[in-house]
Protein backbone atom coordinates (compact mmCIF):
# COMPACT_ATOMS: atom_id res chain seq x y z
CA UNK A 1 0.00 0.00 0.00
CA UNK A 2 0.94 3.64 -1.27
CA UNK A 3 1.34 6.49 1.25
CA UNK A 4 -1.06 9.00 -1.21
CA UNK A 5 0.94 11.86 -0.04
CA UNK A 6 4.11 10.78 -1.25
CA UNK A 7 2.47 9.85 -4.82
CA UNK A 8 1.19 12.89 -4.98
CA UNK A 9 4.34 14.54 -4.43
CA UNK A 10 5.57 12.41 -7.48
CA UNK A 11 2.93 12.70 -9.90
CA UNK A 12 2.82 14.05 -13.40
CA UNK A 13 0.03 16.27 -15.06
CA UNK A 14 -0.20 13.08 -16.88
CA UNK A 15 -0.89 10.46 -14.65
CA UNK A 16 -3.06 13.21 -12.02
CA UNK A 17 -5.37 13.45 -15.20
CA UNK A 18 -6.50 9.74 -15.10
CA UNK A 19 -5.50 9.36 -11.29
CA UNK A 20 -8.36 7.66 -9.20
CA UNK A 21 -8.18 10.49 -7.20
CA UNK A 22 -9.39 12.48 -10.09
CA UNK A 23 -11.42 10.05 -11.05
CA UNK A 24 -13.83 9.98 -8.04
CA UNK A 25 -13.67 14.02 -7.41
CA UNK A 26 -15.51 14.30 -11.02
CA UNK A 27 -17.55 11.09 -10.65
CA UNK A 28 -19.48 10.74 -13.88
CA UNK A 29 -18.28 14.01 -14.91
CA UNK A 30 -15.23 12.84 -15.13
CA UNK A 31 -15.45 11.46 -19.07
CA UNK A 32 -16.73 15.20 -20.19
CA UNK A 33 -13.72 16.55 -18.49
CA UNK A 34 -10.78 14.29 -18.53
CA UNK A 35 -10.61 15.35 -22.08
CA UNK A 36 -10.31 18.82 -21.46
CA UNK A 37 -7.79 18.73 -18.94
CA UNK A 38 -5.53 16.93 -21.30
CA UNK A 39 -5.87 18.99 -23.87
CA UNK A 40 -4.93 22.14 -21.48
CA UNK A 41 -2.18 19.82 -20.07
CA UNK A 42 -0.48 19.10 -23.84
CA UNK A 43 -1.18 22.20 -24.88
CA UNK A 44 0.74 23.95 -22.50
CA UNK A 45 3.05 21.31 -22.87
CA UNK A 46 2.89 20.27 -19.16
CA UNK A 47 2.22 16.08 -19.11
CA UNK A 48 5.13 14.99 -18.20
CA UNK A 49 5.61 17.52 -15.49
CA UNK A 50 5.38 17.19 -11.90
CA UNK A 51 2.44 18.58 -10.25
CA UNK A 52 4.41 20.34 -7.67
CA UNK A 53 5.98 22.16 -10.26
CA UNK A 54 5.22 25.55 -9.90
CA UNK A 55 6.49 27.04 -13.80
CA UNK A 56 3.49 24.40 -14.69
CA UNK A 57 1.12 25.40 -12.10
CA UNK A 58 1.52 28.74 -13.54
CA UNK A 59 1.01 27.60 -17.10
CA UNK A 60 -2.24 26.00 -16.46
CA UNK A 61 -3.18 28.91 -14.03
CA UNK A 62 -3.14 30.78 -17.80
CA UNK A 63 -4.37 28.44 -19.74
CA UNK A 64 -7.67 29.80 -21.65
CA UNK A 65 -10.37 27.06 -22.28
CA UNK A 66 -13.87 28.64 -22.90
CA UNK A 67 -16.54 27.70 -20.27
CA UNK A 68 -20.58 27.72 -20.59
CA UNK A 69 -20.60 27.00 -16.49
CA UNK A 70 -17.58 29.49 -16.23
CA UNK A 71 -19.77 32.68 -18.27
CA UNK A 72 -23.11 30.96 -16.83
CA UNK A 73 -22.17 30.56 -12.56
CA UNK A 74 -18.84 32.19 -12.56
CA UNK A 75 -16.78 32.80 -9.28
CA UNK A 76 -19.59 30.61 -7.80
CA UNK A 77 -18.68 27.56 -9.92
CA UNK A 78 -15.30 28.30 -9.02
CA UNK A 79 -16.24 28.31 -4.96
CA UNK A 80 -17.81 25.17 -5.51
CA UNK A 81 -14.85 23.58 -6.35
CA UNK A 82 -12.89 25.05 -3.75
CA UNK A 83 -10.46 27.10 -6.30
CA UNK A 84 -7.32 28.14 -5.31
CA UNK A 85 -8.09 31.99 -4.31
CA UNK A 86 -12.13 31.87 -4.70
CA UNK A 87 -11.93 34.20 -1.95
CA UNK A 88 -10.08 36.87 -3.33
CA UNK A 89 -11.32 37.01 -6.28
CA UNK A 90 -14.88 37.55 -4.94
CA UNK A 91 -13.56 40.05 -2.52
CA UNK A 92 -12.06 41.79 -5.94
CA UNK A 93 -14.96 41.34 -7.75
CA UNK A 94 -17.40 42.89 -4.82
CA UNK A 95 -15.09 45.89 -4.09
CA UNK A 96 -15.27 46.59 -7.91
CA UNK A 97 -19.26 46.76 -7.62
CA UNK A 98 -18.87 48.97 -4.49
CA UNK A 99 -17.27 51.49 -6.22
CA UNK A 100 -19.19 51.35 -8.92
CA UNK A 101 -22.26 51.49 -6.30
CA UNK A 102 -21.25 54.35 -3.93
CA UNK A 103 -18.78 56.52 -6.57
CA UNK A 104 -20.62 56.05 -9.68
CA UNK A 105 -24.10 55.68 -9.03
CA UNK A 106 -24.26 51.58 -10.52
CA UNK A 107 -23.30 52.91 -14.03
CA UNK A 108 -20.40 50.54 -14.78
CA UNK A 109 -22.75 47.48 -13.24
CA UNK A 110 -23.36 45.84 -16.70
CA UNK A 111 -19.64 46.53 -17.82
CA UNK A 112 -18.51 44.82 -14.74
CA UNK A 113 -20.93 41.77 -14.78
CA UNK A 114 -20.52 40.95 -18.71
CA UNK A 115 -16.34 41.50 -17.96
CA UNK A 116 -16.47 39.04 -15.08
CA UNK A 117 -18.57 36.58 -16.80
CA UNK A 118 -15.91 36.38 -20.09
CA UNK A 119 -13.42 36.59 -17.88
CA UNK A 120 -14.80 33.23 -15.46
CA UNK A 121 -15.54 31.71 -19.01
CA UNK A 122 -12.22 32.00 -20.37
CA UNK A 123 -10.16 31.46 -17.42
CA UNK A 124 -11.96 28.76 -15.03
CA UNK A 125 -11.08 25.19 -16.38
CA UNK A 126 -7.56 26.01 -16.44
CA UNK A 127 -8.04 27.36 -12.86
CA UNK A 128 -9.85 24.41 -11.77
CA UNK A 129 -7.50 22.34 -13.00
CA UNK A 130 -4.51 24.03 -11.35
CA UNK A 131 -6.06 24.42 -7.92
CA UNK A 132 -7.21 20.81 -8.02
CA UNK A 133 -3.55 19.41 -9.23
CA UNK A 134 -2.00 21.94 -6.40
CA UNK A 135 -4.08 20.85 -3.93
CA UNK A 136 -2.76 17.42 -5.07
CA UNK A 137 0.54 17.79 -4.50
CA UNK A 138 -0.09 19.92 -1.05
CA UNK A 139 -2.41 17.40 0.73
CA UNK A 140 -2.32 14.34 -1.30
CA UNK A 141 -6.26 14.57 -1.44
CA UNK A 142 -8.93 16.40 -2.83
CA UNK A 143 -11.38 18.66 -1.53
CA UNK A 144 -15.01 17.45 -2.75
CA UNK A 145 -17.28 20.45 -4.20
CA UNK A 146 -19.43 22.32 -1.57
CA UNK A 147 -22.86 23.77 -2.30
CA UNK A 148 -21.68 25.49 1.00
CA UNK A 149 -18.92 27.30 -0.16
CA UNK A 150 -21.55 28.24 -3.05
CA UNK A 151 -24.19 29.65 -0.61
CA UNK A 152 -21.13 31.40 1.54
CA UNK A 153 -19.78 32.95 -1.98
CA UNK A 154 -23.59 34.32 -2.94
CA UNK A 155 -23.69 35.76 1.00
CA UNK A 156 -20.64 37.31 0.38
CA UNK A 157 -21.26 39.02 -2.76
CA UNK A 158 -24.76 40.25 -2.43
CA UNK A 159 -24.89 40.73 1.08
CA UNK A 160 -22.26 43.74 0.67
CA UNK A 161 -24.22 45.36 -2.43
CA UNK A 162 -27.45 44.91 -0.61
CA UNK A 163 -26.04 47.14 1.98
CA UNK A 164 -24.52 49.43 0.11
CA UNK A 165 -27.65 50.04 -2.13
CA UNK A 166 -29.69 50.76 1.07
CA UNK A 167 -27.70 52.82 2.65
CA UNK A 168 -26.80 54.86 -0.46
CA UNK A 169 -31.07 55.22 -1.15
Known sequence: MTDTTTKSTHM????FIN???IKNYFGRR????????EAIATKKSILDDDISDQTAFAKVFQSIKF????LLFGLFWYAYH??????????VVV???LIDIVFLEGAYGGYIAVSTAAYCALFMKGW???SKSNEMSKNGQLTLGSWGRVFLAIALFFVPLCL???FLT
Open 19 to 21: SPE
Open 30 to 37: YVNWAPEL
Open 82 to 91: NGKGWQAFLA
Open 12 to 15: TYGE
Open 67 to 70: SWLG
Open 164 to 166: AII
Open 128 to 130: IFA
Open 95 to 97: AIN
